[in-house]
């Protein structure tokens, strides 16, 4: 039983395509995330998520957006992909209150040709 | 400014050998630190974490210390093990609902 899963787990696209990315858990847990994690291993948070609501949204451009259709799926848009948004996309979750423990899921790999 | 760091980008130890990977931080508010593991082609998994007024906290295998005076955080890891080779992370959260991550150090353990 897979707690935290993300569709697709590979993903390969030209430059200026519109891709989604898809997050579920089913941990019950109130809070989602969006990481990515550049070919240097650095791993830098996007966006977080509590019970639908936008609590964090970092530094990110306007084509990346998220989506909570439910506390258990958070999804992750991105438009007119570029050269630079290639990297790994990590999901994660955690209990409300709890963000140091966090659950992440296998990621999904993103290159942009 | 926020940062945390790593000192080391990769450590190499032999099987059976105790590991220390090492971490500074620079904001001295910062309420919890917190250790991942992430294997290859996997998620980063939570190992241990240690609040803010505590200098040292064991788990299984692994122990965290905390020196604020010099803003110094290490895990530790006895009788290291192969499948204990991965990327460990560093991260720090301040409450502020987001976990800010270091650089990360890569173990290798040799058999």
Not at chain 1, 25 to 37: A, R, S, V
Not at chain 2, 3 to 9: A, D, E, F, Q, T
Request: net charge neutral.
């Amino acid at each position: 039983d897979t707690a935290v899963s993300q569709t697709p787990k590979y993903l390969v696209t030209q430059m200026g395509n519109d891709k989604s990315i898809k997050c579920e858990q089913n941990l019950g847990h109130d809070t989602m995330y969006w990481y990515k994690q550049d070919s240097k291993k650095f791993l830098k948070i996007m966006f977080s998520y509590n019970n639908k609501e936008l609590i964090i949204n970092e530094t990110v451009p306007n084509r990346f957006s998220p989506k909570s259709p439910d506390k258990a799926h958070l999804n992750l848009h991105i438009n007119s992909l570029e050269l630079g948004d290639s990297a790994v996309y990590f999901c994660a979750s955690s209990q409300e209150g709890r963000e140091e423990t966090q659950y992440f899921g296998p990621g999904t790999r993103l290159l942009v040709l | 400014g926020e940062s945390v760091g790593l000192h080391l980008p990769t450590l190499s130890v032999q099987e059976g050998d105790n590991s220390i990977i090492n971490c500074a931080y620079s904001n001295s508010a910062s309420d919890y630190f917190i250790w991942y593991k992430q294997e290859s082609g996997k998620g980063p998994q939570f190992i241990i974490d240690i609040r803010s007024n505590m200098d040292k906290r064991q788990g299984q295998r692994v122990t965290v210390l905390l020196n604020k005076t010099v803003k110094h955080l290490s895990l530790q890891i006895a009788a290291t093990q192969p499948g204990d080779s991965a990327v460990y992370f560093c991260a720090e959260n301040r409450h502020t609902g987001k976990l800010i991550f270091g650089q990360g150090t890569t173990l290798q353990v040799k058999p």
